[in-house]
């Protein structure tokens, strides 16, 4: 006798509880980091390096790190090995996720907050992982710096939401430093169809009411149909 398969839809799976929802999630992806994970990005636009893709001098030329980007990749189709980077502050970033995603549920224990894999873009040889997905329609972007960075973000988010614009001014930062990662941000709404993403930055040498510093990111649907794509097309055209 046959069986049958069970199609699960997003609103069957909100109805059951937190760790079935987890459970399911989990399955069928590779764990990020590991060598299965590594292997499913070769060659891969990735949102974490697509920077090196849309960034254009005043000129509009595409900067150095265009040209290494593009022969990495190309290298990495060719031996069918991924290159492994790390160092002390990766590290301490990557030590530190778990930590400030518990945190950012406890802040919102309504959010369904999930683990995820590498999604690929459904033509295209590009995907993103993202730190954490958010119910149905968010995602989570984790930064977990030095104390001296997470206070950088506070002070210019100070500037951006409060006008304080010339405390910013002195300490020599921008209203907006987190837009540093705009385009990894952009580029994960962009592959996983989400609208939304909370950019957290946590320092867990800093005092618990001041530790977690977060920042809601909108998908910006002109951006990504006007510059993200189209630049990333181009480039996947010559790798």
């Known amino acids: ?6 199609v699960l839809n997003q609103s069957d799976i909100d109805l059951m509880p937190q760790e079935i929802r987890n459970l399911i ?6 764990e990020q980091g590991s060598d299965e994970w590594l292997e499913e990005r070769l060659g891969n636009v990735t949102a974490s390096n697509v920077k090196e893709v849309v960034a254009r001098d005043r000129y509009n030329k595409p900067y150095k790190g265009y040209y290494d980007y593009m022969i990495e990749l190309a290298i990495e189709r060719v031996t069918g ?4 980077f790390s160092n002390r502050y990766m ?6 996720e778990d930590a400030a995603a518990d945190l950012y549920e406890q802040l919102y224990p309504d959010q369904v907050v999930q683990t995820c894999g590498f999604e690929k873009h459904s033509t295209l040889a ?4 993202c730190d954490r997905l958010i119910n149905h329609d968010g995602t989570l972007e984790i930064k977990a710096p030095n104390t001296d960075t997470l206070v950088r973000y506070m002070v210019s988010m ?3 939401e409060d006008d304080d614009y010339e405390l910013v001014s002195m300490l020599g930062l921008k209203g907006n430093e987190w837009e540093y990662y705009a385009e990894q941000i952009q580029m994960q709404l962009w592959i996983t169809g989400r609208q939304w993403c909370d950019f957290v930055v946590y320092d867990p040498d800093m005092t618990e009411d001041s530790n977690l510093v977060i920042k809601r990111v909108h998908r910006d ?3 990504i149909e006007l510059t993200l794509e189209p ?3 181009e480039f996947l055209t010559k790798v």
């Open 25 to 30: 999630m989990q399955s069928g992806y590779a």
């Open 158 to 160: 100070l500037g951006e």
């Open 1 to 6: 006798m046959s069986r049958a398969a069970i």
């Open 91 to 96: 590290s301490h970033g990557n030590d530190n």
């Open 81 to 84: 090995k991924a290159k492994r």
């Open 221 to 223: 649907n002109i951006w």
């Open 126 to 129: 590009a995907g993103a992982s």
């Open 231 to 233: 630049r990333v097309v």
